[in-house]
């Protein structure tokens, strides 16, 4: 049976890098003694995929990694052994049976910038918000492999939004494309406008950190084309089999504020 | 701890600043909690893979009225970070600054840590030096096998603690309770088995630099003598102790039924079992093999129950065993077999720390190993040199045994070896290479089709230390010039390309050396390699020989009279004040065989 877990990184936990988490991960279901299903071979290794990696620094709110079980347990059961057996920092909030991979469908991210570093007054940050929207294009010099590129980014800023001292940005994620947080976050410059244009972040000299970022959600294209967050089913079925959303309290920001993009 | 974010996201690595790991302890901390810091003078990765530190931090937590948390020694970023940000060097599980600790409990395991205990004070913002620290410091202690000559630091640590941890901290714990002052405090726990105070004792030394006296000052008469002439209050013992017997636990009892996880890697993400302590086999140059006698086991089914708690605890996927020889243990094969039925049960593979050759059958057994690589310690290349130093391996056994080896698969072996051994001749040290070729020749013993991939011999010469407590602690320890000049012409002689030849820096064994056997004066000369910027000086790259030579300079002390002089039996020692079991007389009976 496989698993979808949906959980939470944050505090001491960003301070360590996925690999790092990875370990972690699998320590704590070993420690929660799951019914986990490993790799073959000499050394057996507990079979765990992560959605989409987070970088070290940023916490999440609804992350997610699907597991394999062995035989069949209640997700309540199984979210309160993985809770009483993580570090401080990882909650599980809900475990349902996986209908996808969860490491090969994510395409868009929610994330939360807080802008209150940047000690602006709201309105200009509505403004750059506004400016962001209305353009048609937004180049920016992105680091590839093949070393410096102007790539056009607006087309994977999905979403932008203020609410109260953060901002709300949905951006393309996941294998096929991906837009760093940190570049539009870089578009709000100390002085209110949209710094912009071939300016790399670290030019611009405002550099907000990871830390001032949070993941809060991982979506895939439903039937329909449309988001669904990686933890509801395709066609309408709501989350089966999901325990109870313990510790949303974490979640600051997250799925309710979603439906604020048009 | 009030470092912001964004600051220690620029670090490397740093989540061995957080804490938050599995299975740390968190208490209330109240006025009448004692605070005990566990100080490693070392990396987190490495302290945390030490598992006497895990040992000793569940053992004192098991106390409701003492609380030990963990300090590490910051990796150079993250020094430059706290004097920046002007931030005091905490510990992990409070965050605290190590200066309101009531203790500071230091581990000595290796000599060239000893800037880095001083870098630790230092950034906690305490005085080096004991006599700079009045009451409201806290007291700093160090025990570990370097303080079994604990005379170099002496001018640093309030007090020693040698042998056991398990053995007498509680009585110290008590104690403390009952302190009017830090004097007070260190006057009472004098005669406790164990416990070393230096500043209870005094040394002078003769011209020729050697030590004349060492021994116990008197101790004052408390106050209230003064008052009350008639009614005199002696304090409980009139001198602290002539001899200090080392702490003692017959039977190893004690098991920590949880290890701390750490959530960034450390050097060995596993769960680790102590089997037995000491090691019976008694090699000439090994002070682990003396200073841990008698041996000592824990039983079988003791160790069974003990790794299935320790791996249900830790969720851990790999098992390891703690022991200077493990495969010396009694009931080896039997706790083999314990112990693969309970990997197997959990899916946890299990790896041994050394190997010997004569164990491979057993070890073969472990089908796990994740590597085809094996390591093995003859010690000294030529038969002559191994019975001198009493490493009980035959050129047969070694040669037999890497076939052996080689048959089962192994194709890479790593062969440690030891230079500049007392009596050691040029056909000695040509012998190494000698051996690794005779050992390549094995390898083609085998059919071409067992030979599946090129056999590669890895050869690490390191730079023998004579050690205190053992036969050579007598012996001049070679020079660096010397010990270079001999490897060159070693490793020229070299001709298969299967052996890759190394040998350690000679310049850091040196400076070990004059650590390991040296006198309170050396005190001042580690304090001004540590003022002129040592730190770190058992990492390769930081080690700087330089700053070491003018700190030797500036204190007018010479490294050769300390490392490269030959010491005569009827010499007084600087720790011979110490008796941590093994008997003068054995120790040189033991020295007059090698030398005969
Ligand atoms: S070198 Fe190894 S076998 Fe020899 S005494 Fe030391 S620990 Fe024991």
């Known amino acids: ?262 | 701890m009030a470092l912001k974010t964004k600051d220690l996201l620029k670090l490397e690595k740093p989540g061995r600043y957080t804490g938050g790991e599995v299975n740390t302890v968190q208490k209330e901390i109240t006025a009448d909690l004692t605070r005990f810091a566990f100080c490693f003078p070392d990396v987190y990765e490495i302290g945390m893979s030490h598992l006497g530190l895990q040992l000793l931090y569940f053992f004192i937590n098991r106390r409701e009225d003492v609380f030990c948390e963990r300090a590490f020694m910051p990796w150079q970023d993250m020094v430059d970070l706290l004097r920046r940000e002007g931030e005091p060097l905490f510990a992990l599980e409070s965050g605290d600054s190590l200066r309101e600790f009531d203790f500071l409990g230091f581990t000595l395991q290796y000599e060239m840590s000893y800037t880095n205990v001083l870098a630790m004070l230092d950034l906690a913002g305490i005085p080096l030096r004991a006599c700079e620290r009045g009451d409201d410091f806290p007291i700093i202690c160090a025990g570990g096998p370097c303080a079994t000559n604990p005379e170099p630091m002496a001018d640093f640590v309030d007090f020693f603690y040698i042998g056991d941890g398990e053995a007498s901290l509680d009585e110290i714990f008590d104690i403390y309770k009952t302190r009017t002052n830090k004097q007070d405090f260190l006057r009472k726990i004098c005669n406790i088995q164990g416990v070393y105070v230096p500043s209870l004792y005094k040394a002078s030394y003769n011209a020729d630099g050697t030590l004349r006296d060492f021994a116990a000052a008197p101790l004052a008469f408390s106050a209230t003598s003064h008052a009350e002439p008639h009614n005199v209050t002696r304090i409980d013992t009139p001198t602290a102790p002539a001899t200090v017997k080392r702490a003692f636990l017959p039977s190893l009892d004690f098991f920590p039924e949880k290890l701390i996880v750490p959530l960034v890697e450390s050097t060995h993400a596993r769960a680790v079992v102590e089997i037995v302590r000491g090691c019976k086999r008694g090699c000439r140059f090994c002070q682990a093999g003396f200073i841990y006698r008698p041996i000592r086991e824990r039983s079988t089914c003791q160790i069974l129950e003990h790794a299935e708690k320790i791996l249900t605890a830790t969720g851990y996927e790999e098992l390891s065993l703690l022991a200077l020889s493990a495969c010396d243990y009694s009931h080896f094969s039997e706790l083999v077999d314990g112990l693969l039925e309970i990997c197997r049960r959990k899916r946890v593979t299990i790896s041994l720390p050394s190997t010997r050759l004569d164990a491979l059958d057993i070890v073969s057994k472990i089908k796990t190993l994740r590597t085809s690589s094996l390591t093995v310690a003859p010690e000294a290349g030529s038969q002559r040199l191994r019975d001198l130093i009493n490493k009980n391996l035959t050129e047969e056994e070694i040669l037999g045994g890497c076939l052996k080896a080689f048959r089962a698969g192994f194709d890479k072996l790593k062969l440690y070896f030891m230079s500049g051994l007392p009596n050691e001749t040029p056909e000695d040290s040509f012998a190494v290479a000698e051996l690794s070729e005779k050992i390549v020749e094995e390898y083609y013993q085998l059919t071409y089709e067992e030979r599946k991939r090129p056999v590669s011999i890895g050869v690490s010469v390191s730079c023998f230390v004579p050690k205190p407590f053992t036969p050579f602690q007598w012996a001049a320890q070679t020079t660096p010039e010397e010990f270079s000049r001999v490897q060159r012409e070693v490793k020229a002689s070299v001709r298969k390309k299967q052996i890759s030849y190394r040998y350690h820096d000679s310049k850091t064994a040196q400076i070990e050396g004059v650590l390991a056997r040296g006198d309170r004066r050396l005190s001042a000369v580690i304090e001004a390699a540590y003022k002129n910027g040592a730190m770190f000086d058992g990492w390769t790259e930081h080690f700087n020989y330089a700053l070491w030579l003018g700190a030797f300079e500036a204190v007018g002390l010479e490294p050769a009279f300390y490392a490269h002089r030959e010491r005569g039996t009827d010499e007084k020692l600087p720790w011979d004040f110490i008796d941590v079991g093994v008997g003068r007389g054995l120790l040189v009976r033991e020295w007059e065989r090698a030398n005969a």
Request: charged share 20%; aromatic share 6%; with cysteine.
């Open chain 1, 1 to 262: 049976m496989r698993i979808r877990l949906c959980f939470s990184k944050t505090a001491t936990l960003r301070f360590i890098g996925h690999l790092d988490f990875l370990r972690v991960f699998q320590q704590t279901i070993r420690r929660a003694d799951l019914p986990a299903a490993f790799s073959q071979g000499f050394n057996p290794h507990l079979l765990i995929s992560f959605a989409l990696p987070l970088p070290l620094g940023m916490e999440s709110g609804n992350d997610y990694a699907d597991i394999t079980l062995e035989h069949d347990m209640s997700a309540a059961d199984i979210v309160d052994k993985l809770n009483a057996a993580a570090p401080r920092g990882l909650i599980v909030h809900s475990a349902c049976p996986a209908w996808n991979k969860a490491a090969s469908v994510v395409t868009a991210a929610d994330y939360l910038l807080d802008v209150s570093c940047l000690d602006l007054d709201m309105g200009k940050i509505d403004s750059v918000v506004a400016e962001i929207k209305r353009s048609e294009a937004i180049i920016i010099a992105k680091k590839t492999k093949k070393g410096v590129k102007d790539t056009n980014i607006r087309g994977d800023i999905l979403g932008l939004e203020r609410v109260g001292e953060k901002v709300l940005m949905r951006l393309s994620a996941g294998s096929a494309r991906f837009l760093s947080p940190l570049s539009v976050a870089g578009l709000f410059s100390r002085n209110g406008v949209m710094a912009c244009v071939s300016d790399s972040i670290s030019q611009n000299g405002i550099t907000p950190c990871v830390s001032d970022i949070m993941r809060t959600e991982l979506y895939y294209e439903g039937e329909n084309g449309e988001l669904l967050p990686l933890s509801a089913q395709s066609g309408g079925a709501s989350q089966s089999g999901s325990s109870s959303q313990n510790g949303s309290s974490a979640q600051s920001g997250s799925s309710s504020q979603n439906g604020g993009f048009a």
